[in-house]
């Protein structure tokens, strides 16, 4: 089968969105439509039977927006503080469109200590098994106000690899600033090429990640989204980073159109997620 027709069967999708494609570029505020057609999109998912988990960065952003602070924060106690502002104003507007279209949302946030203690993961497992059974779509970030720097995962895109581990999801799409993978940042290197698929994670796909971040709100550039790849990929999803600007594209990915760049799940090796996040916390 076509690696793109097999993903009209996904049952299991986690969909991350950065907080560069949440907010206006030029003003650095939440951008409502984009928002409302994230919202549409993911609740036409669940209208077609299927379990969505949200993972929404965005609460730094919303937060140092409404702290009314002029720069992206720089220390961790601060970054923190907006992350409470912001957090709770995200979701106010997710709960809110949401509903309007009969979906029940949910709020979760972890932490790496969540995942690497037994008991916590189990509970946090057992969350969202329960919520995706009722038919709910869990929100989910990073605890950040608690997170410090030796327990964080410090950005979503590993973060939502880890999630689409935990709950054994079949597709993990990052919705990015970018269409895809280039072999190097296209934003510098106009030569670059894009990739349109990739069916092994080696060194040299590593190294193409190593450009920074392309925006004043993002996190982790590509180096992120390929670590998100080799997590999600190894525990058996396959995982796409399509470009996030028209949000027509998750329907149009679900139906098979070669948009973005897929990352196809790879059983190869044995894979746990634990001793993952164990070896690359210490
Ligand atoms: N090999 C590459 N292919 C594509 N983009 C790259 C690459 N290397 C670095 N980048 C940069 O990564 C950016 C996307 O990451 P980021 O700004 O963190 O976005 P997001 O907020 O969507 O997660 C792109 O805009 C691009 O400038
Ligand atoms: N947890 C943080 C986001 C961290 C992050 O990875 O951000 P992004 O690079 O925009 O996906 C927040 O909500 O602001």
Same mark, same amino acid.
């Given at each position: 089968m076509n690696v793109r027709e097999r993903l009209k069967d996904k049952k299991r999708i986690v969909v991350k969105i950065g907080s560069s494609s949440l907010t206006h570029p030029a003003t650095g505020n939440l951008n409502l439509i984009k928002l409302e057609k994230l919202v549409r999109e993911l609740s036409d998912l669940r209208n077609q039977g299927k379990e969505v988990v949200l993972v929404s960065s965005g609460a730094i952003a919303? !937060?140092?927006?409404?702290?009314?602070?002029?720069?992206? @924060?720089?220390?961790?106690?601060?970054?923190?503080?907006?992350?409470?502002? !912001?957090? !709770?104003?995200?979701?106010?507007?997710?709960?809110?469109?949401?509903?309007?279209?009969?979906?029940?949302?949910?709020?979760?946030?972890?932490?790496? !200590?969540?995942?690497?203690?037994?008991?916590?993961?189990?509970?946090?497992?057992?969350?969202?098994?329960?919520?995706?059974?009722?038919?709910?779509? @869990?929100?989910?970030?990073?605890?950040?106000?608690?997170?410090?720097?030796?327990?964080?995962?410090?950005?979503?895109?590993?973060?939502?690899?880890?999630?689409?581990?935990?709950?054994?999801?079949?597709?993990?799409?990052?919705?990015?600033?970018?269409?895809?993978?280039?072999?190097?940042?296209?934003?510098?290197?106009?030569?670059?090429?894009?990739?349109?698929?990739?069916?092994?994670?080696?060194?040299?796909?590593?190294?193409?990640?190593?450009?920074?971040?392309?925006?004043?709100?993002?996190?982790?550039?590509?180096?992120?989204?390929l670590t998100a790849a080799r997590i999600a990929t190894l525990a058996g999803a396959d995982m796409i980073i399509a470009n996030g600007e028209d949000l027509n594209v998750i329907h149009r990915i679900m139906e098979g159109e070669n948009c973005g760049t897929i990352f196809l799940s790879d059983k190869s090796e044995d894979f746990y997620l634990v001793d993952y996040l164990v070896d690359t916390t210490y």
């Open positions: 919303v !937060g140092r927006k409404a702290a009314g602070l002029a720069s992206k @924060p720089k220390t961790i106690a601060l970054k923190q503080a907006c992350a409470a502002i !912001g957090q !709770g104003r995200l979701m106010m507007a997710y709960q809110k469109l949401f509903s309007e279209y009969n979906q029940i949302a949910a709020q979760i946030l972890l932490t790496k !200590g969540t995942m690497l203690d037994n008991l916590s993961r189990k509970n946090a497992q057992n969350t969202f098994e329960e919520l995706l059974k009722m038919g709910a779509i @869990p929100i989910v970030n990073e605890n950040d106000t608690i997170s410090t720097y030796e327990m964080e995962f410090g950005d979503n895109d590993t973060l939502s690899a880890i999630v689409a581990g935990l709950i054994d999801a079949d597709l993990l799409i990052l919705l990015s600033d970018i269409d895809g993978l280039f072999t190097d940042d296209p934003n510098k290197n106009k030569d670059a090429k894009f990739i349109e698929v990739v069916d092994k994670i080696d060194s040299d796909l590593l190294d193409m990640g190593k450009g920074s971040s392309g925006s004043n709100v993002g996190t982790g550039g590509m180096a992120t989204k």
